[in-house]
C-alpha cells in the first residue's frame, strides 16, 4: 500500500481495518503514517514524504519521490504482493500500478483521482495503471463504466467514522468552551506549502475578528511535527489574538466550533459532515494556479460545493483570499443563524448519502479482483 500525507493515511488505516478482519493473516507494507501502523502496516517510508502539493513545489520534491517510487517498485517486484492498493495520491501512485500490473501484480486504487474536476485525460492512466478503481463519491463509477474500467461505488469512511449527531456539547467541553462562547476554528492544511501559503491568511482574518469582537476564542488545530511551523506565522500575524494550537483533535474543533476558516482539501468534507457552516480558502504558488485554473472543469473548488453543485459555502482563493474578506465571510454565518441551520440540513443530507460500511463493501470489491486473477 502506499498513503500519502494526512488524509490518505486516515483513509488507508480504516480500509486496513477492514482487510485485517477478513484476512487475519494479513501482511501489509509500503509507505504510511501512524493510523496504517495502528492496524500493523510496516511503513518502509514516512507517508509525509509525499505530502507535496502543486506543479512549482513538487519540483524542488522531484528527485527524492521519483527515487523512492524507483525503489518501492523494485522492492515490491522482488516481493511479488497479492495486491497493490494506492490510497490517493494519484499522481505517485497511478505510475507505480501501472508498472506492477505490467508485471503481473493485481492494483487497486482506493479514491479516483478528479477526473470529473480537472485532468480528465489522466482516466487513459487510470485505465493502464488499475485493475479496479473504489470511489468515494457515487457519481464516480459510471464515470468509469462509459470508459469500461472497473470501478465500484464503497462510500466516504468519513462519513461513518463521523458521528451523525454531532457531539457538539462533549466537544465544547473537552475543550474548555462556555457554552454561550463563539469559537471559531482554523484549519490551514496538512501539507508544508499550505500552512505557508494559507496560514497567514487566516491569523490575519483572526485578528481582524478579534479587534472587531474581542470575545472571540479560536483554536488550530496543528498536525503532530509541524507546530513548529504554524507558531511563527501566528506570532507574527496574529500576536495579540486569543489562538490555541492544539496538538491534532481537528474533529473536536470542528465539532466544538460556530464556524471554521479551513483550507480546500479534504477538511471541508470533514466539516460538512459535522455540519459545520464554513469559510473555504486556498492558496498556492502562482505559476501553480494559473496553470491548475485552466484546467479545472467545474466552477467549485470546496468538495461540499462539488458535491451539492451549489456554492453553499463560500470560496476564497489566491488573491480573493485576503485577512479582510475571510472575517467578512465568517462574520455573515455567526450573524445568520438560520443560513446555518439550512446548511446543517443540507449536509445532513449528504452525510446519509456518503455513509456505507465503506471497509467491508471495499474488500468485498478487493477480495473479487483476487478471486479473478486467481481463476
Known amino acids: 500500500m502506499v498513503a500519502g500525507e494526512t488524509s490518505g493515511d486516515l483513509l488507508a488505516g480504516l480500509l486496513l481495518e477492514g482487510l485485517r478482519a477478513r484476512w487475519p493473516l494479513l501482511r501489509s507494507v509500503g509507505i504510511g503514517g501512524p493510523t496504517m501502523a495502528a492496524q500493523g502496516f510496516e511503513a518502509w517510508w514516512p507517508h509525509d514524504k509525499l505530502a507535496v502539493r502543486g506543479y512549482v513545489e513538487v519540483l524542488s520534491h522531484y528527485r527524492e519521490i521519483a527515487s523512492i517510487r524507483h525503489q518501492l517498485a523494485e522492492r515490491l517486484l522482488a516481493e511479488k504482493p497479492d495486491a497493490f492498493i494506492g490510497v490517493d495520491a494519484p499522481d505517485f501512485n497511478l505510475d507505480l500500478e501501472t508498472r506492477l500490473k505490467a508485471n503481473g501484480v493485481p492494483t487497486v486504487q482506493f479514491v479516483s483521482p478528479s477526473i470529473w474536476a480537472w485532468r480528465g485525460g489522466r482516466i487513459d492512466k487510470v485505465r493502464r495503471a488499475t485493475d479496479l478503481v473504489l470511489c468515494i463519491f457515487p457519481f464516480e463509477p459510471a464515470i468509469y463504466a462509459k470508459q469500461g474500467i472497473a470501478a465500484a461505488y464503497v462510500g466516504h469512511p468519513l462519513a461513518s467514522v463521523i458521528p451523525v449527531d454531532v457531539p457538539r456539547t462533549a ?27 494559507i496560514a497567514p491568511r487566516l491569523f490575519a482574518a483572526a485578528a481582524l475578528m478579534q479587534r472587531e469582537r474581542p470575545a472571540l476564542r479560536f483554536v488550530v488545530p496543528v498536525v ?16 495579540n489574538a486569543t489562538i490555541e494550537l492544539l496538538d491534532g483533535r481537528a474533529y473536536d474543533a470542528l465539532a466544538a466550533c460556530d464556524v471554521t476558516l479551513v483550507a480546500s482539501g479534504t477538511a471541508t468534507l470533514e466539516a460538512a459532515l ?3 457552516p464554513m469559510v473555504v480558502v486556498y492558496a498556492m504558488h502562482a505559476l501553480t494556479y494559473q496553470m491548475s485554473k485552466r484546467m479545472k472543469y467545474q466552477p467549485w473548488v470546496a468538495l461540499p460545493n462539488i458535491l451539492l453543485r451549489d456554492f453553499a459555502v463560500p470560496e476564497l482563493l489566491q488573491g480573493e483570499a485576503s485577512g479582510a474578506k475571510i472575517a467578512a465571510a465568517a462574520f455573515k454565518w455567526l450573524d445568520d443563524p438560520s443560513s446555518c441551520e439550512q446548511l446543517a440540513a443540507r449536509f445532513a443530507t449528504l452525510h446519509a448519502e456518503l455513509r456505507r460500511d465503506t471497509a467491508r463493501m471495499a474488500t468485498d470489491a478487493i477480495e473479487e479482483v483476487l478471486s479473478r486473477r486467481q481463476a
Open 171 to 197: 466537544a465544547r467541553e473537552s475543550l474548555g468552551v462556555a457554552p454561550d462562547e463563539t469559537l471559531v476554528a482554523l484549519l490551514p492544511g496538512s501539507r508544508r506549502a499550505e500552512i505557508q501559503y
Open 274 to 276: 459535522f455540519k459545520r
Open 224 to 239: 503532530p511535527g509541524l507546530r513548529h511551523l504554524v507558531e511563527p506565522l501566528r506570532r507574527q500575524h496574529a500576536p
